[in-house]
């Protein structure tokens, strides 16, 4: 079982940064891949970043490439997302999910999801 809580979110202006944090508990934490979603009002729930468990290989979507970062630190169990350069448009409520496969997370039928964390650019 892994269970995730998310934090770190909160209204920012555009062109800033904000460092979301995902706490997980679980045993094989180290060999699930993790990754966050997002969901604006109105709209699906959308793919933003993952890394696997195997080798932190790390992917993105279009729309953050080069402003968003995942990382993971098995050691305190948590997988972050550092956001720069946020725009308006980043503005969702952002999601951690886990799973034992890759492929799952990088889609919304993940396994494990946390409550989500509120994220507001402003113009």
């Known amino acids: 079982q892994v269970q995730l809580v998310e934090s770190g979110g909160g209204l920012v202006q555009a062109g800033g940064s904000l460092r979301l944090s995902c706490a997980a508990s679980?045993?094989?934490?180290?060999?699930?891949?993790m990754g966050w979603f997002r969901q604006a009002p109105g709209k699906e729930r959308e793919f933003v970043a993952a890394i696997s468990g195997n080798y932190g290989i790390a992917y993105y979507a279009d729309s953050v490439k080069g402003r968003f970062t995942i990382s993971r630190d098995n050691a305190k169990n948590t997988v972050n997302l550092q956001m720069n350069r946020l725009k308006p448009e980043d503005t969702a409520v952002y999601y951690c999910?886990?799973?034992?496969?890759?492929?799952?997370?990088?889609?919304?039928?993940?396994?494990?999801w946390g409550q989500g964390t509120q994220v507001t650019v402003s113009s």
């Open positions: 679980g045993r094989t934490f180290s060999s699930y891949a």
């Open positions: 999910n886990a799973d034992q496969s890759i492929v799952k997370v990088r889609t919304t039928t993940a396994d494990y």
